[in-house]
């Protein structure tokens, strides 16, 4: 069950990594249309920044599971090398927890963001005009997979041969 749940974790890991690339070249071929539409035709379209600007913190908040899942997060490496290899374990263990915690506490009131956003009607209130609840529905999205992922790297550091 632990090794379907860690392969589970680790295929959407890969696809919130794919997304994030996905949604980065996108933005950059937004941005380079936006250019391209207000030298060559000094027109400015209000839906680039904006799309843009959602790409960009869905990417953040999605991508992120897949950054803990490489290991790429910042961390204070340092501290390690005066601990043993067990205390190592155990201090990663208790900072996933914490972090863990975070991503609850992020997730329940993300929820709350989008489901004000979905029942109130939110929108940006410019000309383009989409509805709030989609992109702060990445956030919700991010915290879920993140909490997945910090799930799969505990099961992982309880299982190294260095913690039993």
């Known amino acids: 069950m632990k090794k379907k749940y860690l392969q589970i974790c680790d295929f959407l890991a890969k696809a919130c990594g794919a997304f994030a690339v996905l949604a980065l070249l996108l933005s950059i071929l937004v941005i380079v249309e936006l250019v391209f539409e207000r030298y060559f035709f000094q027109r400015a379209i209000t839906w680039q920044t904006e799309l843009v600007t ?18 790429a997060h910042v961390s204070m490496e340092w501290i390690y090398d005066f601990l043993s290899s067990k205390n190592i374990i155990r201090l990663k ?15 329940y009131f993300g929820f709350l963001m989008v489901e004000e956003a979905f029942t109130k ?23 879920i997979l993140m909490i997945l992922q910090y799930i799969a790297e505990i099961i992982k550091l309880t299982d190294s041969k260095d913690y039993n």
Not at 57 to 71: N, P, R
Not at 130 to 139: K, N, R, T, V
């Open 54 to 71: 959602m790409l960009l913190v869905a990417s953040t908040f999605i991508g992120s599971a897949y950054v803990l899942s490489e290991k």
């Open 93 to 107: 263990i208790f900072t996933s927890l914490l972090s863990l915690l975070f991503f609850l506490i992020l997730f």
């Open 121 to 143: 009607n939110y929108s940006t209130g410019t000309v383009w005009d989409p509805p709030l609840w989609i992109p702060y529905s990445s956030m919700m999205i991010g915290a």
